[in-house]
């Protein structure tokens, strides 16, 4: 199979402003690739740098796709990349590509592939997938916002939701969970994200003073995560880790007490098959994986809900539920979610892009 390249550039407006370790963005923007063959099958894929959390800027993954493109462009795709196992390394491990590229290009060959063989993308990676995705709803704004959402969480079916702490101080934290546990009752699960917001006596404090408000896990509580194990005899309570993940190779990865779930973002941590080797170590130590979404547009959502679909064999609400934050999509059917879950298609299907929203990047 042959490939061959198109990159093309958008600029989406959000229907509210994003603060991202102290950027404040009113716009996602983001690169699309569109991967063909000498069949015209088609694979697409985003590509879109996080403000404040990715080291690239757009221009310079701008800078990387074309030359990848001038690269690789009319070229033999290896075989065997949709196994996940060292293909994709071995064919673009000599780029250095930026994770959100390397994320990008990998999720255009796959979706290529899945098409050149009319299978939906979840069956190619694998042949246990989940037809209805399960997704957790997301907490944001004012105490009045948060408990007005944690109403409509209930109302519409959802079995998890998540909320962010350690932006107030640490009794309205409290008693905002407070208010959420009570509304959500006992079938909901609730899950909390620090994003390192604590020092670690404040987090301790916190841990104690919540022990009667059941949570499934707090992500990353510590400024300072080399007191994760610490924190958890202290408090009890189970613990994710997202950021941590970046500043560890997954086979050099080794248990640690509390830690129940890793959150798994491709486009941070570099791509689907670097992913999927954290989704390995985690199924060998028996910690769950949730797959969480960059705030990518449809398009690249898409394609995690995918991935979560084919490794998802417990049925673990993901976090992939940031399409609200977008006034406008590059698809124009957006992703839905209906009663907590995203329904995956059976059968292979073409995005039906909005070309309005794409602009062609030549040279």
């Excluded at 004012?142 to 409509?152: A, C, G, I, W």
């Excluded at 830690?259 to 390995?280: D, H, Q």
Aim: proline share 5%; hydrophobic share 40%.
């Amino acid at each position: 199979m042959k490939i061959y390249f198109k990159i093309y550039r958008y600029r989406l407006p959000l229907a509210e402003k994003l603060i991202l370790k102290n950027n404040e963005i009113t716009t996602r923007e983001g690169l699309v690739l569109n991967l063909t063959d000498e069949h015209n099958h088609s694979g697409w894929g985003e590509i879109a740098p996080l403000p404040g959390f990715s080291h690239e800027s757009l221009d310079d993954a701008l800078g990387q796709t074309k030359n990848l493109r001038h690269a690789l462009h009319g070229t033999m795709l290896p075989e065997n990349l949709e196994e996940l196992s060292g293909s994709f390394e071995k064919w673009l491990g000599n780029y250095e590509l930026a994770p959100s590229v390397r994320c990008g290009i990998e999720t255009a060959v796959l979706n290529l592939i899945a098409d050149s063989r009319r299978i939906p993308l979840c069956r190619l990676l694998s042949e246990r997938c989940q037809t209805a995705l399960m997704v957790n709803a997301l907490l944001n704004g004012t105490f009045d916002d948060v408990v007005e959402q944690s109403h409509k969480v209930k109302e519409l079916g959802y079995r998890a939701a998540k909320l962010k702490v350690g932006r107030h101080p640490l009794a309205e934290d409290i008693t905002l969970i407070a208010a959420v546990r009570s509304i959500l009752g006992d079938n909901i699960t609730l899950r909390l994200d620090a994003n390192r917001a604590w020092a670690f006596d404040d987090a301790v404090e916190f841990g104690s003073r919540m022990k009667k408000y059941p949570v499934e896990y707090i992500e990353e509580p510590l400024r300072d995560p080399s007191r994760l194990i610490q924190f958890h005899e202290a408090t009890g309570l189970n613990i994710a880790l997202d950021e941590s993940l970046t500043d560890t190779l997954p086979e050099k990865y080794e248990k640690q007490p509390g830690v129940v779930a890793f959150i798994l973002k491709p486009s941070l941590a570099g791509g689907f098959e670097r992913t999927m080797k954290f989704i390995r170590k985690a199924h060998q130590l028996r910690i769950g994986s949730i797959i969480s979404s960059s705030y990518e547009t449809s398009l690249g959502l898409s394609a995690l809900a995918h991935l979560a679909a084919g490794i998802d064999y417990e049925n673990r609400p993901h976090g992939l539920n940031t399409m609200n934050y977008f006034k406008d999509d590059l698809l124009t059917t957006p992703l839905e979610i209906y009663q907590g879950k995203i329904d995956l298609e059976t059968k292979p299907s073409q995005p039906d892009i909005k070309a309005d929203n794409l602009t062609e990047i030549d040279g």
